[in-house]
């Protein structure tokens, strides 16, 4: 019954490769979010999603893309993989108000060889 | 430019001694706020929200417009506090929510 959840957990590759990390949702949220957690645990909003249109793209590389097959999914591929995109990536979910708070999936530790 | 503002990056204090985790925000508007907790390689956990007024785990937030501070706070810190503490705000329905740099509270036997 979890509320969000990705996949994999872990993810060690090396550098050059192509991944992608899923994420889907339960709890019928319009909204759904990348973050990444660098080392210094600092969080930065990467994408946003509302129902399966895209509304937020910071600066992040071309060779991240993200994909929204439905509102309840969000998946995050990622080309040619350098050391620099190590990190732990969080997938989120939200209604769409102001008030309503983000649920955060567990994460997926990227390392990047 | 809006702007969150957590000026510690660690906390250490003894079991019992109160606490106090500072964060101030430059936004345009009302934002709405937040702080989240994350526990040693957990995923980020809602602690509480401005709008819902209520005391989590012992701590409270106090929105203060014209400091725009939301400073949180709890009387005795326990050992299980221990953990990395974001603040957030946000400025409007579908926005990001933008968390601070966050700040280690570690709390000692």
């Known amino acids: 019954d979890t509320a969000v959840s990705q996949t994999p957990k872990y993810l060690v590759t090396q550098m050059g490769n192509d991944k992608s990390i899923k994420c889907e949702q339960n709890l019928g949220h319009d909204t759904m979010y990348w973050y990444k957690q660098d080392s210094k645990k600092f969080l930065k909003i990467m994408f946003s999603?509302?129902?399966?249109?895209?509304?937020i793209n910071e600066t992040v590389p071309n060779r991240f893309s993200p994909k929204s097959p439905d509102k309840a999914h969000l998946n995050l591929h990622i080309n040619s993989l350098e050391l620099g995109d190590s990190a732990v990536y969080f997938c989120?979910?939200?209604?769409?108000?102001?008030?309503?708070?983000?649920?955060f999936g567990n994460g997926t530790r990227l390392t990047v060889t | 430019a809006q702007r969150v503002t957590q000026p510690e990056k660690l906390l250490s204090v003894f079991k019992g001694a109160p606490v106090e985790l500072k964060c101030n925000y430059s936004y345009s508007g009302s934002p709405e706020l937040f702080w989240y907790v994350q526990y040693s390689r957990q995923r980020l956990q809602l602690l509480l929200r401005h709008i819902s007024r209520e005391s989590i785990k012992g701590f409270t937030a106090d929105l203060n417009k014209g400091e725009t501070s939301f400073h949180l706070k709890k009387p005795f810190a326990q050992e299980e506090d221990s953990a990395m503490y974001y603040c957030a705000p946000r400025a409007g329905a579908n926005s990001k929510l933008t968390f601070g740099k966050g700040i280690t509270l570690s709390v000692r036997p």
């Open positions: 989120a979910s939200s209604q769409g108000s102001k008030d309503s708070p983000l649920h």
């Open positions: 999603y509302n129902n399966k249109e895209l509304i």
